[in-house]
Nanobody
Framework: VQLQASGGGQVQAGGSLRLSCAAS????????MGWFRQAPGKEREFVAA????????YYADSVKGRFTISRDNAKNTVYLQMSSLKPEDTALYYC??????????????????WGQGTLVTVSS
């Protein structure tokens, strides 16, 4: 499975951005697609995830109510709509895929597939 992330950029606080992650290859092996982020000097952290075949979604408390994960199965693409952005949302954002039985979806070390990062910068 190959993942291609896009959509990062620079935005002012309070603004919005939409990240995209296009999947190709054996997408049938994906159980959950997730978004993680890593700010300079900090560990990679869970942001949001959605099951590939059901409507279930999961969010970090820090983004709940501001970010929305969605997917377009016809395009094999997952989106992360980010609204009410804050300077603390500044980070390199990664999309990732996890196979069934790979472990908790909240830990980046359990994910099997990774896209390249896309940088989100939120200025105050």
């Amino acid at each position: 499975v190959q993942l291609q992330a896009s959509g990062g950029g620079q935005v002012q606080a309070g603004g919005s951005l939409r990240l995209s992650c296009a999947a190709s290859g054996r997408t049938g092996s994906i159980y959950v697609m997730g978004w993680f982020r890593q700010a300079p000097g900090k560990e990679r952290e869970f942001v949001a995830a959605g099951e590939w075949s059901t409507p279930r979604t999961y969010y970090a408390d820090s983004v709940k109510g501001r970010f929305t994960i969605s997917r377009d199965n016809a395009k094999n693409t997952v989106y992360l709509q980010m609204s009410s952005l804050k300077p603390e949302d500044t980070a390199l954002y990664y999309c990732a895929g996890i196979k069934p039985l790979s472990g908790s979806i909240y830990y980046w070390t359990n994910y099997d597939y990774w896209g390249q990062g896309t940088l989100v910068t939120v200025s105050s």
